[in-house]
């Protein structure tokens, strides 16, 4: 049989893709069930993968086989409810089954042309965004891999726009002799903040950075003068304390001065959208650009974020593109917003999230997570923890008397056990857990078997 006859077949049996069902969801019944990371048996197993380039071609369900047999231990159960590590997020149901049909559908959402439904499902999201946040009506959106791109994004149209005021047009001219462009961010600014200001070229070194508070909050009272060749970038939920930045004042004063401000709301910005935590963000509309992830509070499958972007212009020229063969449309065309050209639809993930959701189912899962964080945080204060931060959201950092080698000694049993996943990060100079509640999945159970999990692991290292 010749390969093309072979494919054929694999589609028109059908066992090939209901056999991936099945694994998927053998997978998901039993997520509970095993350790939130994988065994060493697990991890072993995973060279079996090492080997040459096969020469001919294989068989499908063998190799779907292997995936399932070898991968599926191996992977890290972020899915189940005890996973605390990072700000990843779960995955909501009606977005991992509408990603499995659309990735049947296999669209490139570059254009209108190659994609109604995806041109389609994000006229209507950014509509349903804006609205959420409360964001002017001139408000933009691009549908991107995460927030490092939509960060990137928004520097790139930010210093589209200094320029432009200035009669420079930066893509023609570029960076040599071009106005001088000023980098304002809070001293605990995220790392993806930092690499787009390099990916760009405006320079580390030539970030001017504001003393925070001991929540890392950027204390606005320190901002430098600003001026209209200024980006100020604002946080919008710390990666460990899950501090907002005061955005309100930040904007005031940025706003008077005619600089540009860049929110990064990875996961923070969702407070924005939900009733009893949106005094977080307050201020949030007066911004210039946004970014914010689907993947993490959201609990849409990866890869999801999202740049919200007031100025059409600025985002559209930063991210420019012509080819003779590239018909625009009167539709919304995805790519003029994006930097990729070639996109799958992810948008039908995001749709799916907000229509299953609406706006209280938002809020019940966003204001959820804070609800676990603060119950976390509780019951390792009555546990004789020693919590470090104020739980405004979802993050919890928990501080221990002991040496630096202990701590990792404990995060290690506490990995090892299997019944939840904690990292660790260091704060004022001390290593530290670091706690994220950020998958619908987590109960208030499982939030009390990890506290007995912590109480377990302190045992084990202090003896
Ligand atoms: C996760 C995160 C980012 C980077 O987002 P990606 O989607 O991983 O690219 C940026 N800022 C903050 C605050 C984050 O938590």
Redesign the pocket.
């Known amino acids: 049989m010749n390969l093309r006859a072979k494919m054929q077949s694999e589609m028109a049996s059908k066992a090939l893709l209901k056999q991936a069902a099945n694994y998927g969801l053998d997978y998901a019944e039993h997520i509970q069930q095993r350790p939130v990371f994988p065994t060493s048996n697990a991890m072993v197993n995973l060279e079996e993968f090492v080997e040459e380039l096969p020469a001919t071609p294989g068989d499908a369900e063998q190799i779907l086989q292997d995936l399932h047999h070898l991968g599926s231990p191996a992977s890290v159960a972020t899915t189940s409810g005890r996973y605390f590590g990072f ?1 990843t997020g779960a995955a909501l149901p009606v977005t991992l089954a509408s990603k499995w049909l659309t990735d049947i559908w296999d669209q490139n959402s570059a254009l209108f042309l190659m994609s109604p439904v995806a041109a389609k499902l994000e006229t209507v999201t950014e509509a349903w965004l804006r609205k959420l946040f409360g964001l002017p009506d001139q408000v933009v959106a691009s549908f991107l891999s ?4 939509a ?1 990137f994004c928004g520097l790139a149209a930010a210093r589209f726009r200094i320029c432009k005021n200035q009669g420079w047009d930066f893509n023609q001219k570029g960076h040599n002799g071009a106005p001088e462009i000023r980098i304002v961010a809070g001293q605990s600014a ?1 790392g ?1 903040v930092i690499k787009a200001a390099a990916l760009l070229g405006f320079g580390i070194d030539n970030i001017e950075w504001v003393d925070c508070d001991d929540q890392g909050r950027l204390i606005a009272s320190n901002l430098p003068p600003l001026d209209n060749n200024t980006i100020v970038l604002v ?1 919008a ?1 710390h ?1 460990s304390t899950g501090s907002f930045d005061p955005i309100n004042e930040i904007c005031n004063t940025a706003n008077r001065a005619g600089a540009w401000v860049h929110i ?1 709301g ?2 923070g910005l969702w407070a924005g959208a939900v009733n009893k935590l949106s005094n977080l963000t307050a201020g949030l509309e007066k911004a210039q650009s946004w970014s914010v ?1 689907a ?2 509070t959201l609990n849409a499958p990866y890869d999801n ?1 999202i740049l919200l972007c007031s100025d059409r212009e600025a985002l559209v020229s930063a991210l420019q593109i012509n080819g003779s063969y590239v018909n625009f449309s009167e539709h919304r065309d995805g790519m003029l917003y994006t930097p990729e050209m070639s996109r799958r639809a992810r948008i039908t993930e995001l749709w799916a999230a907000l229509k299953y959701l609406g706006r209280q189912g938002i809020d019940e899962l966003v204001f959820g997570l804070h609800e676990r964080a603060a119950q976390f945080a509780s019951e390792l204060t009555s546990a004789d923890f020693n919590v470090l931060n104020d739980v405004v959201f979802n993050q919890v950092l928990v501080g221990f008397d002991w040496p630096d080698a202990t701590t990792a000694d404990f995060i290690n049993q506490l990995q090892k056990s299997g019944e939840c996943w904690v990292g660790g990060t260091k704060w004022a100079n001390k290593s530290v857990v670091r706690i994220s509640v950020c998958s619908w999945a987590t109960t208030a159970e499982d939030v009390s078997r990890s506290v007995a999990a912590f109480v377990d692991a302190r045992r084990r290292v202090t003896l």
Do not use: L, P, T
């Open positions: 700000v995460g927030s490092s791109m960060i995220h993806s946080q939920g990666v990064d990875a996961f992830d993947h993490k974020g």
